[in-house]
């Protein structure tokens, strides 16, 4: 059984910090591209930071460019959000995701408000 569940949402004041988790279970971790996406009220869901397989390759969105930062650890089956510097727009529910070719796996969502 597939599994991606995400951690570490919360209320954090503009400026601060969090770090969001996903820890994966029931595919083959190694081999897939593990991004975050987030989707804010009445927003469509868009790309935040995506990882490849192997882990040297990153890419960021450009409104988070700078500020966050995605890494993974393919021994522990998890891959991390590291958001810094965070604005009221990064508010809303993140989304971990795995890819691979025509595979996609999503988590249930995570809360990241924060306060202005």
């Known amino acids: 059984q597939v599994q991606l569940v995400e951690s570490g949402g919360g209320l954090v004041q503009a400026g601060g910090s969090l770090r969001l988790s996903c820890a994966a279970s029931?595919?083959?971790?190694?081999?897939?591209?593990m991004s975050w996406y987030r989707q804010a009220p009445g927003k469509e869901r868009e790309l935040v930071a995506g990882i490849f397989s192997a882990g040297g390759s990153r890419n960021y969105a450009d409104s988070v460019k700078g500020r966050f930062t995605i890494s993974r650890d393919n021994a522990k089956n998890t891959v991390s959000l590291q958001m810094n510097s965070l604005k009221a727009e990064d508010t809303a529910v993140y989304y971990c995701n795995a890819k691979r070719f025509l595979t996609n796996y999503w988590g249930q969502g995570t809360q990241v408000t924060v306060s202005s």
């Open positions: 029931g595919f083959t971790f190694s081999s897939y591209t």
